[in-house]
């Protein structure tokens, strides 16, 4: 049979081939449109959020591993607001974190105000506004360390934000100085350390409230400076873990450094917080009280499961609190003069994010789950 040309089937499997070139191109080019669109906003951008608020992205407050937090002001109140790029996609973890720490009235976590993207560009989430935090305090110190007073209140204030996130069935994975920060004067909330950044957050509980199971091998998360030793290994990490990072953030606190500060190489960081257990173990606790070496034992010892003794370790941190006649009423060591502490430009810190990246290292976000 001859083929007639321009006859209506011809016609119509062309076209059915444009469409399928079409169907083909499609996604790519629309993901390029989005590719381009997926951004960070910049300092001084604005945006209405969904109650008609104008949202105007003033100060940064801090720029870390995958996006900027601002200062801002909503209905006259100054806040923060933590964005990404909506690509990033770890905000929604966050989000719901502190929605449960709100609705569960805990104490060391941000009140959250609103959160949503801009035109898919980015994600944001409006929060308390707190002021500098840990890492920044400490390294503005002429001696970059905290006084016993201020390190072991710290201790208390920390452990008792762990406590919390674990009480609603979070693991945080990325316990350091840089993920803490006391609330402002001006908020009646300076003595009082909040936790933030749950980035890394992980559910260990199922929806029994069943506690899940080891998975083994996961791979690297968290900041190499104050990962666990189980981090090291790559193991799946439980709530003895938060401690583990925990107690090198209050050792580095004290000390002003830790043995491994200047190692970068993971594995030479590992062996370091091992030698800092066996033949090293002295020299590691020499600047610390005894309770100390007593507290790594307790996280030591414990397994993946196991819950850790939260008002054992806070009793001994107590005990330290009395040996030194550290006072009842709460001033830090960053605290100047009572009345000329209040500014909110305090939030505003001195040091770069660049300094403070290179220093600490970033966390490590590349194996997630
Ligand atoms: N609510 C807040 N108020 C004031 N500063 C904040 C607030 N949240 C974060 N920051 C600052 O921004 C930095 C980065 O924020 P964070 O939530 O830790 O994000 P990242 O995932 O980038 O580490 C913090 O270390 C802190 O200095
Ligand atoms: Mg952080």
Redesign the pocket.
């Known amino acids: 049979m001859s083929v007639i040309p321009n006859s209506p089937t011809l016609v119509a499997e062309e076209n059915i081939e444009k469409i399928r070139a079409v169907v083909e191109i499609a996604p790519r080019v629309h993901r390029v449109i989005l590719e381009k669109k997926d951004r960070l906003p910049l300092q001084g951008e604005m945006f209405e959020n969904d109650k008609g608020h104008q949202i105007v992205l003033k100060q940064k407050?801090?720029?870390?591993?995958?996006?900027?937090?601002f200062?801002t002001e909503v209905d006259g109140r100054s806040?923060?607001v933590?964005t990404e790029k909506h690509s990033t996609a770890?905000l929604p973890m966050?989000i719901k974190v502190l929605l449960i720490t709100m609705r569960e009235n805990c104490k060391h976590f941000?009140r959250i105000y609103d959160y949503g993207n801009v035109r898919r560009e980015y994600n944001y989430m409006i929060?308390?506004?707190?002021?500098?935090?840990l890492?920044?305090l400490r390294s503005e110190m002429p001696t970059r360390s905290f006084s016993i007073n201020t390190t072991t209140k710290i201790a208390l204030e920390t452990l008792e934000a762990i406590e919390e996130l674990h009480s609603i069935g979070y693991l945080s994975r990325?316990v350091k100085p840089?993920?803490f920060?006391p609330g402002l004067r001006d908020f009646k909330e300076h003595k009082t350390i909040?936790m933030?950044?749950f980035?890394l957050a992980k559910k260990y509980v199922d929806r029994e409230n069943r506690k899940l199971k080891s998975r083994g091998e996961v791979g690297w998360r968290g900041t190499v400076r104050y990962g666990s030793l189980n981090a090291h290994k790559r193991l799946d990490l439980g709530r003895r873990d938060d401690l583990e990072c925990w107690f090198y953030m209050l050792v580095e606190m004290h000390v002003g450094e830790v043995p491994w500060r200047f190692l970068t190489d993971r594995a030479a960081v590992g062996k370091a917080k091992i030698h800092a257990r066996e033949e090293g173990r002295a020299n590691f606790f020499f600047k610390l009280p005894k309770q100390f070496d007593t507290i790594l034992q307790m996280i030591d010892s414990y397994a993946f499961e196991t819950r850790p003794e939260y008002r054992q370790i806070k009793k001994l941190i107590n005990e330290i609190r009395a040996e030194n006649n550290c006072p009842n009423h709460i001033h830090w060591d960053w605290q100047t003069d009572e009345s000329q502490y209040s500014e909110l430009t305090e939030?505003v810190?001195v040091m770069s994010?660049m300094a403070?990246l290179a220093e600490q290292g970033a966390?490590n976000v590349t194996d997630r789950g």
Do not use: Q
């Open positions: 407050l801090g720029d870390g591993a995958m996006g900027h937090v200062l806040v923060a933590k770890m966050e941000c929060i308390s506004l707190l002021g500098r935090d890492y920044r990325d840089s993920n920060a909040f933030f950044d980035g939030a810190s994010d403070i966390t």
